[in-house]
DNA sequence: GTCTATACGCGGATAGAC
DNA sequence: GTCTATCCGCGTATAGAC
């Protein structure tokens, strides 16, 4: 909102202080969630003092607001930009669930869900909620059109295989997380390809 | 390990002091997680002074151990207690899935990892990697049952099959904690069934 | 086994100078 | 806009008395 907003993804030095702070806590929070990240290591991170955050923000939660609503645009932006593309339902579905993600660091939207803080919170909630939501229409849209095209055999519900693709997802990072490998998350993935496709003519 | 193990589930007063700590954390780890939870708020969970916790307990590490390896514990139990039961693959399964479950509490295994310093400690992610890698393992043996009595078509991998149900399961208390209502969990769970079913022979 | 005292830095800010 | 000072309670223990 500042002049010059250089999309650097760095806390470099070209940003602007605010900038500088939404894209440290932007980091902080994937990294370690909200209770886990404290003003003072969103400072450090940023290069800027505790004056300089809280000239910008009101406190902690504000600046978190911030970087949640960011980063849950760059979630959308980015599935858009594999959901909208070409190809038959079946294909674009893969092609999101393939895509390549940097899977032990786990969802930067999904995660939140499990920070007390911010599931308390409908402020905070709610870009996560509305992510979330987004991303079950756009790929129930997605299945419906292939309903309709006679791509997958029915009966099938495009809202609960929305919603089971999406949990897939965010249940294969758990798996990820846990054991420590990305293995666990291409191995759910590949399941519900496997069901899936057993659904569609080819 | 002290006299009467009495199991009882509230912090009362027939329980030890050292049994007391053990289930308010357990309950403040599923609450709040690791991060989130403090001794402080641990030890008044439990009715119990600092000196008591720390004579019991090397810190909080220890003490979450304890808590977190009995929770492994109860969770493989239980799900053994349907898994186990009577029934097809496929009925065991969706025994499984449709389970009572706590939803929006989210799964008290699960969700530390997405805490950063149990996922950092190896000694901590044990039992979380152990409860979950067993999960599959349990629910691999049982789709390859299926397979093998000629109840669910081939070809599919057990292994990949069991790991989308926990993925699916795991990723639907996100959904249902994004949106605060249970209802997204029983959507993704009955797209899953819904997969699942279409390569079963009734 | 449990209690009280003490410690020290962090979490999360506010106030006012520059 | 940013810096420094100051605040107060919490987080996470350790020490020693009872």
Redesign the pocket.
């Known amino acids: 909102m ?1 002049t010059r907003t250089s999309t650097s993804a760095a806390a470099g030095t070209t940003a ?3 900038e500088r702070l939404v894209e440290a806590t932007r980091e902080l929070l994937w990294e370690r969630g909200y ?1 886990g ?5 969103i400072q450090q991170a940023a290069g ?9 923000f ?4 504000d600046l978190a607001l911030a970087a949640i609503r960011r980063t849950a645009d760059e979630l959308r932006a980015g599935a858009e930009r594999v959901l909208g593309g070409p190809g038959s339902a079946y294909a674009r579905i893969e092609a999101y669930l393939l895509r390549e993600r940097d899977v032990l660091r786990g969802c930067p939207v999904g995660r939140l869900t499990m920070d007390p803080d911010v599931v308390v919170s409908d402020e905070l909630r709610a870009p996560v909620d509305e992510t979330l939501h987004w991303l079950r229409g756009r790929l129930a849209g997605i299945v419906q059109e292939g309903l309709d095209d006679g791509e997958f055999e029915g009966p099938l519900s495009a809202e609960e295989i929305a919603s089971t693709v999406v949990a897939t997802v965010q249940g294969g990072y758990v798996l990820a997380r846990a054991s420590g490998s990305p293995a666990a998350f291409d191995t759910a993935v590949r399941g519900l390809l496997a069901l899936l496709s057993a659904r569609t003519r080819h």
Chains 1, 2 share one sequence.
């Open positions: 500042t602007s202080a605010s209770v990240t404290s003003p003072k290591a800027a003092g505790q004056g300089s955050m809280y000239h910008h009101t406190g902690k939660p």
